[in-house]
């Protein structure tokens, strides 16, 4: 949108350029993922896992990002920040309808139909033949009933606390209860511990795979559980809540005590939305919007069960390899002994490992040799996503029963995380481990693995930092870079960034390691701005940043004046993006692109180039202001050339010639294909395919 200007008073300074959205640019992001789903070449199970994986991102994105706006809208006023404002409210929820609208309109009208072709289906009470009636029945009362008990509202009993996005029934009643009252609104809570989907069993089947929904049983035997009362009209409802724990770690005494306690209120927080079916009745409808406080905005009818992503156990149901993307093996990397010592392989120079094409198998090798080497004293990690994978923790333990020093940072406020991470922390701290919970008001985000080893009469130190988390089940489904060192600079900086968080004390001067939010915004910007001056001095000037989100305002309006002084610069940015690519004028030296493929692109490469001077880095750290200046981030220069140019052909370039899964983006904030990327041979290239075959996987990733 170009600034206004008042001709009358020409010393007034032009308003800044207005940067793009970042809550729609992430609802854009799921726009990309569902076209996944829609894809006649994608797998069918795997399209139907897509659509699974947009409907679990919505429930994120209205957990985290929708309080803000609809507070907004409550107050019919723009907010704290003039971004939430009742306006941006309703946009938001009118792309947000649209979005679920067409998820469930490619669900029942294109993926159900092709499933049933695959002899694979989901039967309604309609559907289902008298032995089929008679299963469910024998199931509802074996295993669903018990567990049910309605609530009828009463002035004794108000409406029932309802978890965050668990399902539940409002059900409207005739006739009187047994106390001679015409309470007529019931609810029924359904248990999370119940199964979404239900198989049955082959007799019933007929050669296919059969399957019920949980919410099709209830619904079929309601009348059931309401003995001497007529069930009228019926729904089943979710609600989701904000759900960001907040806890100021200034006011409390044990942030681990504080935290899990708001884990307590969590599935309890402020409504942001209600879906009921498309069919609910207008008055239960409006009925449950004044229970929650929600505006009509936040309502979404939908033509299906109210939590699509849940479907992901139809999937793991089915299981059928044809219907799926081929089975991802993992490479060894060649760039570490399979059998020797990595110890060894790391004093003659550093090693990179490109996972999921790599395996993230070396990284628990490293851990392993540590463990059981007697040279090795101390083990110093940091925790942010390890999952409930148990090997990592068992190393961990194993090497405290040995006698090794281990400190362990764990972030125990790592969304969505942080129950997993409270209970890894107190296993550790049971045994004997030193455990840190990281600064006082930043988050540890940072990746890193530290060895302290006896070697002769001195003590040397060997290394892992990673753009991603020490999680072995995302590790084989996100892109991510390993890098293995027994660098002393680099080592040694990575002592003193643990001695910092474990000590509180003051950062040490760093050789080569940058540390968020001391050095590492401020590093980033000086380089943007060098290339900007090489640029216009004549020099060619080029830079390419690979991240997950570019949402920091400094550094986006540092690429725009360096764009507008002639550097070349490429963003290849997978979900959120604020800056307005190719707008004429502003920024047409900048193209901002976002790779969409099987796996979740989660590499942080930053390239700068300004005459002859070549640095790449890579990060654990995306281009946004809370990485930035909240968090504990780190990013590390590749200094071998060998090892750099490794990094520029396998994550940089194949991803700037993606013509498959590469969107570009407009000035206007919306993305079209990059179909214009066709290969030599006059064919569209996919980088990730490009990869898995470089790395001898199966054609056909």
Known sequence: MPPSSDSSKPEAAAAPLALLDRDHSILAFNERVFDWARRDDVPLLERLRYLCIVS???????????????????????????????????????AAHDLVARQYALFNDVLAPALAREKIQILSHSERDSAQRAWVHQYFEREVRPLLVPTGLDPAHPFPLVANKSLNFIVQLTGRDAFGRENDISIVKVPRVLPRVIRMPDKLSGGRTLAVLLSSVIRAHLSELFPGRQVGQFSQFRVTRHSDLAVDEEEVNNLRTALRQGLEYRHYGQAVRLEVSANCDVQLADFLLQQFKLPELALYRVHGPVNLARLTQLVDLVNDRRLMFPEHKPVWPLGLPVDGSLFERLREGDVLVHQPFESFDAVLALLREAVHDPAVLAIRQTIYRTGSDPELMGLLREAVRRGKEVMVVVELKARFDEEANINWAEMLEGIGAQVVYGVVGLKTHAKMLLITRREGRKL??????????????????????????????????????????????????????????????????????????????????????????????????????????????????????????????????????????????????????????????????????????????????????????????????????????????????????????????????????????????????
């Not at 507070?71 to 929820?93: N, Q």
């Not at 041979?681 to 990730?688: I, K, L, M, V």
């Open 56 to 94: 679990s991102n919505l429930d994120e994105f209205f957990e985290v990002r929708a309080a803000a706006h609809l507070e907004a809208h409550s107050m019919r006023a723009a907010g704290s920040s003039s971004v939430y404002t009742p306006e941006s409210y309703r946009a938001l929820s009118e």
């Open 460 to 701: 040397r130190r060997y290394g892992h930092l990673s753009t991603g988390n020490y999680n072995p089940r995302t590790a084989r489904l996100y892109t991510d870079l390993s890098y293995f060192t027994a660098d002393d600079k680099l080592t040694a900086d990575m002592e003193q960034v643990f001695v910092h968080i474990a000590g509180q004390s003051r950062l040490a001067h760093m050789s080569r390691l940058l540390v968020a939010p001391f050095h590492l915004q401020k590093a980033m910007l000086e380089r943007v701005a060098a290339a900007g001056e090489a640029a216009a001095a004549g020099q060619p000037a080029r830079i390419i940043v690979k991240t997950n989100a570019l949402t920091d305002e400094q550094l986006v309006r540092a690429l725009l004046k360096a764009g507008q002084q002639g550097v070349v610069i490429d963003l290849i940015v997978r979900g959120a993006c604020i800056l307005p690519a190719q707008l004429p004028g502003v920024s047409d030296n900048i193209r901002v692109r976002s790779v969409v493929g099987r796996f979740l692109e989660h590499t942080r490469v930053f390239y700068f180039r300004q005459g002859e001077e070549e640095q790449l880095f890579l990060s654990s750290a995306d281009w946004m202001g809370r990485n930035m200046l909240r968090r504990i981030e780190l990013a590390w220069p590749v200094t071998d050339p060998a090892l750099r140019q490794r990094v520029i052909d396998e994550c940089l370039v194949p991803y700037l010639h993606d013509g498959c899964d590469a969107w570009a983006l407009g000035p206007d904030g919306r993305y079209t294909r990059a179909e214009n990327c066709i290969g030599p041979d006059g064919q569209r290239h996919s980088a990730q395919l490009a990869l898995a075959q470089r790395f001898a996987y199966p054609r056909g990733l």
